[in-house]
């Protein structure tokens, strides 16, 4: 079925109306574009006002006055005047008499001499450095006086019950006159042994006694004492 449309509601009629009307409005609005026209703004300026000069302090500068020089001293002014004094100055005549007091008198005693002055003790010069070595009853000691040890030697019974036996190191001091002293073990074996060697060698007669110098001098001097059963 056809639609039929009225002649007034038909806006194909009116279509060259608009348009101009559309035109007109264009130009219009282009036309008041192009013709407005912006009022100048007056930009603000901060004032700061009239400037303010600060004048600077100026602090004088101070000096410590120095300390005053010590004085010097005053020299004595010497005066040429003499007092004279009266020589009428009475002397008594009573002068003190030792002779009659006996409490008075100093004793004069007869000079004493005092204690003599202690020897410093010479220190002991090892066997190897010794000029002048000692001597063992006239012989090589390394080989007399082990000998003459292990002949007076008394095997300690505890030390045969334990079966110990070994070495023990002994040092002593030979003395300027030939006698052996400061006996002392320097490597021990057993309490026992120990005592019967420094027993042993403490028996021991006198030594030729070392030089230095051809002088007597202490020697010291070592052995090891064996102990072996048999």
Known sequence: MEVK???GANLENKRLLFVELGLILALALT??????STKEKQAAVLDAGPAVTIEEENIPITQEAPPPPPE???VPVLSDQIDIIDDDIQVEDNILNLDDNDDLVIEIKDYVEGP??????????????VEQRPTFMGGDPQKLF??????RLVYPEIAKETGIQGRVMVAFTINTDGSVSNVRVTRSL???LDKEAIRVVS???KWTPGKQRDRPVKVSYSI???FQLR
């Open 224 to 226: 090891p004492v064996i």
């Open 203 to 205: 028996s021991s007669p």
């Open 5 to 7: 449309k009225t002649e």
């Open 190 to 192: 057993d309490p026992a």
């Open 72 to 74: 010097t001293p005053k």
């Open 31 to 36: 036309f008041g574009a192009f013709s407005w």
């Open 116 to 129: 003599e002055e202690e020897e410093i003790e010479e220190e002991e010069i090892p066997y190897i450095f």
């Open 146 to 151: 082990p000998k003459w040890v292990a002949g």
